[in-house]
T-cell receptor, first 111, second 113 residues
Framework: EDQVTQSPEALRLQEGESSSLNCSYTVSGLRGLFWYRQDPGKGPEFLFTLYSAGEEKEKERLKATLTKKESFLHITAPKPEDSATYLCAVRRAQGAQKLVFGQGTRLTINP | SQTIHQWPATLVQPVGSPLSLECTVEGTSNPNLYWYRQAAGRGLQLLFYSVGIGQISSEVPQNLSASRPQDRQFILSSKKLLLSDSGFYLC????????????FGPGTRLLVL
């Protein structure tokens, strides 16, 4: 069965304090790994799609990386507006259309 | 550009009442459409998906049903709501070929009392 585990569950940082969020996955053939940002009471906002090990993508203060077993979302010099829940999801190569989501990491950036 | 709409934004319904949530997508043709539920403290769970008009696949047996009467319209329904149907319902779309990324709507918060 496909599984996604995100750690930590919650992370509190000071403004400017860089860190990384982890997404470990088990899937029978990876078709894609996805990162989303979700603000309270809103739908997930797409950040990145990674397709193969070694791939990296960047957007402003965020950088996502992918290995064969996990993905990291690195946040550099975060600002309070980066506070949100970050969700990781995978889609397997064959069969079901669904994305399998992790529980998310709730990130708080204190000014 | 593409836009996805959901309504209503919030709904409070009594147990046993019917339900109809609507999702529409603008700016694309023949999208794949998805209904997810996000329960408090839990991850997103796929409920239904559709690859075309009238084509519905169910992922989880439950009290809900889905329909796709038009290319860019996806409806989630129930004849009789249960307490356990409470949650945050999200509609998503993606292009029918190639790109795998799913894009989510703003969601509907449903509270069944």
């Amino acid at each position: 069965e496909d599984q996604v585990t995100q750690s930590p569950e919650a992370l509190r940082l000071q403004e400017g304090e860089s860190s990384s969020l982890n997404c470990s996955y088990t899937v029978s053939g990876l078709r894609g790994l996805f990162w989303y940002r979700q603000d309270p009471g809103k739908g997930p906002e797409f950040l990145f799609t990674l397709y193969s090990a070694g791939e990296e993508k960047e957007k402003e203060r965020l950088k996502a990386t992918l290995t064969k077993k996990e993905s990291f979302l690195h946040i550099t010099a975060p600002k309070p507006e980066d506070s949100a829940t970050y969700l990781c999801a995978v889609r397997r190569a064959q069969g079901a259309q669904k994305l399998v989501f992790g529980q998310g990491t709730r990130l708080t950036i204190n000014p | 550009s593409q836009t996805i709409h959901q309504w209503p934004a919030t709904l409070v319904q009594p147990v046993g009442s019917p339900l109809s949530l609507e999702c529409t997508v603008e700016g694309t043709s023949n999208p794949n459409l998805y209904w997810y539920r996000q329960a408090a403290g839990r991850g997103l769970q796929l409920l239904f998906y559709s690859v075309g008009i009238g084509q519905i696949s169910s992922e989880v047996p439950q009290n809900l049903s889905a329909s796709r009467p038009q290319d860019r319209q996806f409806i989630l329904s129930s004849k009789k709501l249960l307490l356990s149907d409470s949650g945050f319902y999200l509609c998503a779309w993606r292009t029918s070929g190639g790109q795998e990324t799913q894009y989510f709507g703003p969601g509907t918060r449903l509270l069944v009392l």
